[in-house]
């Protein structure tokens, strides 16, 4: 029952260094979310898809990138990592579409730190 | 575009007291509403969803939350608190018409002994 899985759980960069994180879901869920949790903010969108082949622009979307690779897979990069990208992030799925009071199943996060 | 405020960042009760946790959106038809938990270092998991069937909804571990449409108001409850509810509660929306769901600011439940 594995839900949501991110990879990796924690990671390093140097300043302007990239990476990609990764996020796949097994409930055949359409929509797929990116979010970034630092202290006192709650979490923010950065990235969401609707469905497959979509993707669309939340609430801190400068500096990264997203990739809808299919039905299961969402993945986030940073092309050049700054400091202020130091936070938490997590990868979210949901059952959208008609049903308005689906709720997010989350992964259990990807704790990143940029030196 | 709808939003939720979590009226407290902090919260502290003594174990067995009454829980209280505030959350106000802003008006909409039909808002779809959520409470998630967050305990250190760990994950988000759902604690309880407006489904429109009814105003009092029950969730896990004890936790209620009333939708009063009137006040704008979604205030999560438990009767007694337990040491193992000291966590962080996030309040959420998602809006209207779209696929994004907006995230309040937490608060951050601490029990005392």
């Known amino acids: 029952n594995a839900g949501v899985t991110q990879t990796p759980k924690f990671q390093v960069l140097k300043t302007g260094q990239s990476m990609t994180l990764q996020c796949a879901q097994d409930?055949?869920?359409?929509?797929m979310y990116w979010y970034r949790q630092d202290p006192g903010m709650g979490l923010r969108l950065i990235y969401y898809s609707a469905s497959e082949g979509t993707t669309d622009k939340g609430e801190v979307p400068n500096g990264y990138n997203v990739s809808r690779l299919n039905k299961r897979e969402f993945s986030l990069r940073l092309e050049s990592a700054a400091p202020s990208q130091t936070s938490v992030y997590f990868c979210?799925?949901?059952?959208?579409?008609?049903?308005?009071?689906?709720?997010?199943?989350f992964g259990n996060g990807t704790r990143l730190t940029v030196t | 575009a709808q939003s939720v405020t979590q009226l407290d960042s902090h919260v502290s009760v003594s174990e067995g007291t009454p829980v209280l946790l505030r959350c106000n959106y802003s008006s909409s038809y039909s808002p779809s509403l959520f409470w998630y938990v967050q305990h250190p270092n760990k994950g988000l998991q759902l604690l309880l969803k407006?489904?429109?069937?009814?105003?009092l909804v029950k969730g896990i571990n004890g936790f209620e939350a009333e939708f009063k449409k009137s006040e704008t108001s979604f205030h999560l409850t438990k009767p007694s608190a337990h040491m193992s509810d000291a966590a962080e509660y996030f309040c959420v929306v998602r809006q209207t018409g779209t696929y994004k769901y907006i995230f309040g600011t937490g608060t951050r439940l601490k029990v005392l002994a």
């Open positions: 979210a799925s949901s059952s959208t579409g008609a049903v308005l009071n689906s709720p997010l199943h």
């Open positions: 409930m055949n869920h359409n929509s």
């Open positions: 407006y489904t429109s069937a009814a105003t």
